[in-house]
């Protein structure tokens, strides 16, 4: 392109942006930095958490931020779109081809939202749904009373086994008959074990229901083959972006039963076309179009061998890591991990101890995790008993099995050590804080943040 005075090229723009922010405005920048350093000293052990690579982080940062419009590519409500519609379509191609799907739609704002779009795409006012129960491993947008899901339709939830803390397919399949539910969601938030998607689809087919299968947690293992698909079984499978790895968003796809036809208005129209209706205007308005942008190179990344074999090293480490607080005495959740998550119960392994202390006490420590309702668990989700732990960042920047027994060593001394004073508080000897906190540096320094 001719630049004209005052014009900067596309490279040169992109080289600006970050000394401009210095400039403009240094207390953000400052923060930003802060984060940076936080991110470099701490070890990232969050199972919804992932480190999305400089390319994403450069097309969310783009000038496609700025586009506004509506609609789907090719039916815009808004000039200037052919550079955009082809960014789209990119993305759906990049993200069909990774999940093996049919159809992809990559304009949902977040996972939640994605599962937004299917429940008033499918249901009705007051309609029956069946789904894991929040306090089981489910998500708030699965049915929780306090989120839409709950407000507006009428929730059933399955449970686990009370005495393995598995998935009884046999009993959600009575009571799936039982209850009658419009819509079945599987997928969980916190739940280690392999998903069997295929019993889930016999079971809503037994019921006439559709299926909805929120993959957040184990998309990136499904991508690669490290967790059996559930793409043509679900009608409908949802995910949000980043957990994966990628930019923050949500994601639809659908795999053989995108064409079937759905009764809306009188008409009979194809599941997916529903879908859009739905997404937009239904429940979106304009796209964030840089944010698809920056899924279109996401895609492309999950496709590379780099990222198949990762997907195995996070299960491997998961398990390295279950094993290792199994060996120091820890009651890890349903006996070890088929995924990227362990759940351990802090509250068996001391009296008094809650996953609430355990995180404030770890985060001290430079250890981050998140405190998590276990099944049946005796504690307030503002308390818990449970504390969860994931591998995705640490398998990012080139961590291994030895470094998960590095790390189980470091939080059985610090939650072995910690005085419990109530629920929320403890005490944590500063020496001892300070050692772990060098520890944790020095490992880091090992393994730097990888993009
Ligand atoms: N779903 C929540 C979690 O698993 O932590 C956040 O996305």
Known sequence: MELFPGQLSAQAFGKDIFSTLKDNDSRVYELITKEYERLQSSLQLIAAENQCSRAVLAALGSV??????????????????????????????????????KYANVQPHSGTGANQIILTAILGRGDKVLSLGLDQGGHLSHGAKVSFSGKFFDIENYYVDKETFLLDYDAIGRQAREVKP?????????????IDFKKFREIADSVGAYLLADISHIAGLMMAGAHPSCVDYAHFTTTSTYKPGGPRGGLIVMGK???????VGGRDIALWEHIEKTTFPGMQGTPYLNNVAAKAVFFKETLS???????????????????????????VVTGGTDNHMVLVNVGNLREGLTGLAGQKCLEECGIIVNMNRLPYDKKSAAITSGVRLGTPIVTKNGMGPVEMGSISALIDVVLKEVKVKSDSEYEIDKSLRDEVRVKVKQLCGRFPMRY
């Open 64 to 101: 496609i931020q700025n586009k506004t419009t509506e609609g789907f590519p090719g039916a815009r409500y808004h000039g200037g779109c052919e550079i955009v519609d082809e960014v789209e379509r990119l993305a759906a191609a990049r993200a069909r081809e990774a999940f093996g799907a």
């Open 182 to 194: 419009k819509l079945i969601i599987c997928g969980a938030s916190a739940y280690s074990r392999t």
């Open 257 to 263: 039963d995108y064409e079937s036809k759905i009764k």
């Open 305 to 331: 061998d780099e990222y198949r074999a990762r997907q195995f090293k996070i299960i491997d480490n998961a398990k390295a890591l279950a094993g290792g607080l199994a060996g120091l005495g820890y009651d």
